[in-house]
């Protein structure tokens, strides 16, 4: 054996085989156990009602506040709509006042009016899809951005497409 262990075990055999309480608890341990059972209980059935309490209170102010995020969030909602239709009449007047000195420009007599026209198409029905489904969903910031993004990339194209090249034996107007 090592000098550890024999001192160990040395203090081993040292400590008492049994263990007594301080103070005699016996006569506290009868007195519990032959305590009425309706004290037990009524304690118990007054706890349960507390909490019950506390339960319903927490239930009823969780409906409270949903109803009260359901109301905000419609009313949210239907400012967002109001200004995804006041930002779209905004736009279809822009388009209209473009689309008006593009009569007088007659800009689509260009050879490279072409792709510009494309581009342009290709923009108002994405504008078109997007603003349906942001109808939807007007929460939705990407949607919002991306919309705007098309808008005004939409502008941007009509506005290059007055800059081209007019040939000058078209049959429109010229200026």
């Not at 279809?92 to 689309?99: I, V």
């Not at 072409?114 to 939807?136: F, N, W």
């Amino acid at each position: 054996m090592k000098p550890s262990e024999k001192q160990l075990s040395n203090m081993v055999s040292t400590l008492p085989q049994e263990l007594s309480p301080q103070e005699e608890l016996w006569g506290k341990i009868e007195g519990r156990l032959n305590a009425p059972l309706t004290e037990t209980k009524h304690k118990w059935q007054h706890k349960h009602w507390s909490l019950l309490a506390i339960a319903s209170v927490m239930v009823f102010a969780v409906l409270i506040g949903t109803r009260l995020s359901a109301l905000s969030v419609t009313e949210v909602n239907i400012s967002l709509l109001d200004t995804l239709t006041k930002i779209h009449l905004d736009h279809e007047k822009q388009l209209a006042h473009l689309e008006q000195v593009n009569r007088l420009v007659n800009w689509q007599s260009s050879p490279y009016s072409s792709p510009v026209e494309t581009g342009i198409e290709q923009l108002r029905q994405a504008a078109k899809q997007i603003y349906q489904t942001l109808r939807q969903n007007p929460r939705d910031k990407q949607l919002w951005q991306l919309w705007l993004w098309t808008q005004h990339r939409e502008i941007e194209l009509l506005k290059q497409g007055q800059k081209l090249p007019v040939s000058q034996n078209s049959s429109g107007e010229i200026i």
